[in-house]
Nanobody, 123 residues
Framework: VQLVESGGGLVQTGGSLRLSCAAS????????IGWFCQAPGKEREGVSV????????YYADSVKGRFTISGDNAENAVYRQMSSRKPEYPAVYYC?????????????????WGQGTQVTVSS
């Protein structure tokens, strides 16, 4: 069982970036797929999730309007498109899979985690 993120890197303010979360060993459509962000010196924060029930997506207030989650069952992957509005310190973004959906913002419900990918927003 494995989740692999990709697509991180440097993005300029006003630009956009798409992160990918590819799964192997299980079907993403059967799990809630959450995205987490961890900035230096801060706790990991749940920022968005794609429900396994109907593919609905939910976002933390901090990223509403900037992040869009989508899934591709044929590719067994979930994607996160992000747009940047201001320079930000590097942060690592993780995707994770959970059997349930309640408390999606909490990292304790997730069973599988990717290795993370770093994103930096420059001016």
């Amino acid at each position: 069982v494995q989740l692999v993120e990709s697509g991180g890197g440097l993005v300029q303010t006003g630009g956009s970036l798409r992160l990918s979360c590819a799964a192997s060993g299980f079907t993403v459509a059967d799990y809630a797929i959450g995205w987490f962000c961890q900035a230096p010196g801060k706790e990991r924060e749940g920022v968005s999730v794609r429900s396994s029930y109907d593919g609905s997506t939910y976002y933390a207030d901090s990223v509403k309007g900037r992040f869009t989650i989508s899934g591709d069952n044929a590719e067994n992957a979930v994607y996160r498109q992000m747009s940047s509005r201001k320079p930000e310190y590097p942060a690592v973004y993780y995707c994770a899979a959970a059997d349930g959906f309640d408390w999606w913002e909490s990292d304790i419900i997730y069973d599988y985690w990717g290795q993370g990918t770093q994103v930096t927003v420059s001016s």
